[in-house]
């Protein structure tokens, strides 16, 4: 574990390393590559990094603890990567991964529409700005360089500067998130929730649950022909849902980490020689309540974690300042307190990445004020 | 709060859209409708018309007669495949033209000022259903809704029956324009030739008048009456799509009497006399059965059952069925009943939507003004129901039964996902809810969509939410 109070000393070091020559390629605009995955529904980061070296953790999370599909990969005292990640596993063990725990945006509610919003504005409240600050950096960079991998712009990339979309055709069919919804919502129904019934057992049948899920692989594949490409985007966006695990989180979870890693693994293999000029944030809008709720699952939190993968990034680590899982240490008695902030970890891959002033981009992206870049978190 | 507001919206209407006020006075915001309609919008105007795809059919016609003459000299394999080649085309080009009509269809449900107006478009044009099934009827379709049923669309029956029946569309999907009488001058001169081609009678069309259009099933006409039907209707025909010339030229698409085709004489049906010569015979006919009784209580079932419930309510269908009687088929009228009729609004979303009025409200919910490709158009596909393709003249059925059914729920939600994620963060579903839902949104629905898991999913729980799948 790296105290995140490390890494912010070493800024004086990093910042001047960034005027040597042998920094000049990877600071080269047009060169680098920045890739934001939205994780929406408040990704479960207890769960995902897990920290089987705090001595509350396995009290809290009960029979979450252990995940059954796998051994967790130990990632050094504290942390342990659950089974699902993988590729991501691979990558933090060729140092090409990290992971940023107990990471926050400013927002301390626990609305997923208005945390989101936060998150992709890069506000310090929700609906206060009108664009994304992806789209704010994209402002920044000397070309047109932003994409979304979807039907649509995300709020994060959303804003003055152009930027282009690009989905499949054939959209993923519904994910098993909302189909578990729309049952909720017909149960009382005496048409709709025997109609439902069916319907569901059907799929089950045919075997759509494997084969009709979404592909997020296809996504990370698809995302990395564009920016592979000499003349093509260098910022894109790709979303993937169903992360609001209130009940039976242990399957899927599995399942949705899953689709991170695979989506991780396609980037990688897409990109080529590209990777090494690569930095992928994957991120959602606040974590899970430390403890297990009644129904296998947990309830929206605040502190989680992000995901930082990419050939360019200085991995083998969790960056953090770890704040415990005691009851007097858990925020609001209930969540796991943030001592990282988001933001901070948007400015420092991205000013890092693109060559940027970190003062000048910190205005820019952040204009909520009082943000200070991470920095170290890339190879120089 | 009062469900009148959602009621005229969405029974009514094609569903609220998004940003739009609910209407403060209902009933008038209904009856006003018939000022506010536009017959022709631009949107329409500008999608291809019937004398455009009968010159196009004609050229095809000419195309495979040279195509499979080309193939007589050498091998004949050459000239089929040609023909194979010029059939190909047209399919094409039709499909096209299909898809042009059916995205101004969806257009002007979404942006119309008088939706009300719009659904008994849609209404009246799966009355007189013609399916873009047959080479023929691919690019015709729609010309039917957009130039025999929006120009009577307010006025009498009997002038919407007779666009309807004279419709290039209509007299070529039933079969009636090569309908030859067997006692007319060119019926007697083909049954000389012994090698002629054969021509004769079809009944077709004049069946579905009567079980379809009309009387309606099991109303006691006859198979007598058909067939005199039928005879009367001989020579109604259309210029350029008729493969012989065996009659007068006429433009293309245009509606043309053949008078050389008429079976000649005296006809009866339902035991009245009509001594009439040539053309007026059958337009007398029609005249007569777009007011006869079973006809008025025919319509006023369907009006009934669209309207108020799948059992339709007796007594609305008594009041419509007199309306049509003592005002002679005036269909403001019988719109007048609709929206006055208590069955209507004292029960609140008793009717599930088909696959199309689900579609045009979540559109119309989520803001949308056009249908830009043809993705929506395949979507409708997906869902079952294709635009104007009911597959029979019978058209789609208008009962939940019909519609409500396991996959067509999941593939309303695969829907619903894919037009929440084009839109994304763009529209609040909390806020939404209430807007396109006025006092039937319930307190579970509000909740689901409140705590979805991102602006995208409360939005696609919207578009299924039970309240949504009804109107």
Known sequence: MIDRRTLLGRAALTGAALLTPGLAFAAAPGQRRFVFIILRGAMDGLAAVMPVGDPAYAGLRGALADPQQGTPVKLDATFALHPALASTAAMYAAQEALFVHAVASPYRERSHFDAQNVLETGGTAAYALQDGWLNRLVAMLPRDPGMAIAATVPMALRGKAAVSSYAPSALPQANDDLLARVGALYATDAQLHPLWSEAMDARLLAGADGAGRANPAALGKLAATFLAKPDGPRIATIEIGGWDTHAGQAGRLNGQLKQLDATLAALKAGLGPAWAETVVLAATEFGRTAAVNGTGGTDHGTGGVAVVAGGAVKGGRVVADWPGLGPSQLYENRDLRPTADMRALMLGLTAESFGLDPAQAARALFPGGGVRAMTGLLRS | ?471
């Open chain 2, 1 to 471: 709060m009062s469900t009148d507001a959602a009621t005229a919206l969405n029974r009514f209407g094609l569903g609220a859209r998004a940003g739009e006020a609910a209407p403060a006075e209902p009933k008038r915001w209904l009856k006003d409708q018939a000022a506010r309609f536009d017959p022709r919008p631009p949107v329409i105007a500008a999608a291809p018309a019937s004398p455009a795809m009968a010159a196009q059919f004609r050229a095809y016609l000419t195309e495979l007669r040279d195509a499979k003459a080309g193939g007589m000299g050498d091998a004949p394999a050459d000239g089929k495949a040609a023909a194979m080649m010029v059939r190909k085309d047209l399919r094409v080009l039709f499909r096209d033209s299909y898809g042009a009509q059916a995205r101004a269809r969806i257009a002007a449900a979404l942006t119309t000022p008088a939706p009300f107006a719009e659904r008994l478009t849609h209404f009246w044009a799966n009355h007189f259903a013609v399916s873009a099934d047959k080479l023929q009827s691919i690019g015709l379709a729609g010309t039917l809704e957009f130039e025999a049923v929006r120009p009577h669309l307010f006025g009498r029956f009997a002038d919407l029956l007779l666009a309807v029946e004279t419709h290039p569309a209509m007299l070529l999907y039933l079969d009636q324009a090569q309908s030859i009488g067997p006692d007319s001058f060119v019926g007697q001169r083909a049954a000389l030739r012994s090698r002629a081609k054969k021509v004769g009678l079809n009944e077709n069309l004049a069946r579905e008048i009567l079980e379809l259009h009309t009387l309606g099933v099991g109303s006691g006409y006859a198979q007598a009456d058909v067939q005199e039907l039928a005879r009367a209707l001989t020579g109604w025909s259309v210029g350029g799509f008729v493969r012989r010339p065996l009659g007068e030229e006429a433009p293309d698409g245009a509606f043309v009497f053949q008078a050389g085709w008429h079976q000649p004489g005296i006809r009866t049906l339902l035991g009245r006399s009509y001594p009439q010569d040539g053309e007026a015979q059958a337009r007398a006919m029609l005249a007569d059965l777009a007011v006869h009784p079973a006809t008025a209580r025919h319509l006023a079932t369907k009006l009934a059952r669209h309207f108020a419930a799948d059992v339709p309510p007796l007594a609305l269908v008594e009041r419509l069925t007199a309306t049509h009687l003592r005002t002679g088929g005036d269909l403001r009228a019988l719109y007048a009943v609709l929206i006055d009729a208590p069955e209507i609004w004292s029960a609140p979303s008793p009717k599930f939507k088909t696959p199309w009025e689900w579609a045009v409200s979540a559109l119309r919910g989520v803001g949308a003004t056009d249908a830009p490709d043809l993705k929506i158009v395949g979507a409708l596909n997906e869902l079952g129901q294709p635009v104007w393709k009911p597959g029979s003249p019978a058209g789609w059925d208008d009962i939940a039964a019909s519609w409500a059914a396991p996959d067509a729920l999941l593939r309303r939600v695969e829907v619903a996902q894919r037009l929440a994620s084009t839109v994304g963060d763009r529209l609040d579903a909390r806020s939404l809810a209430a807007q396109l839902l006025p006092g039937t949104l319930t307190a579970a629905t509000a909740q689901a969509i409140a705590r979805a898991d991102s602006p995208g999913q409360g939005l696609a729980l919207l578009l299924v939410a039970p309240e949504f799948m009804r109107r």
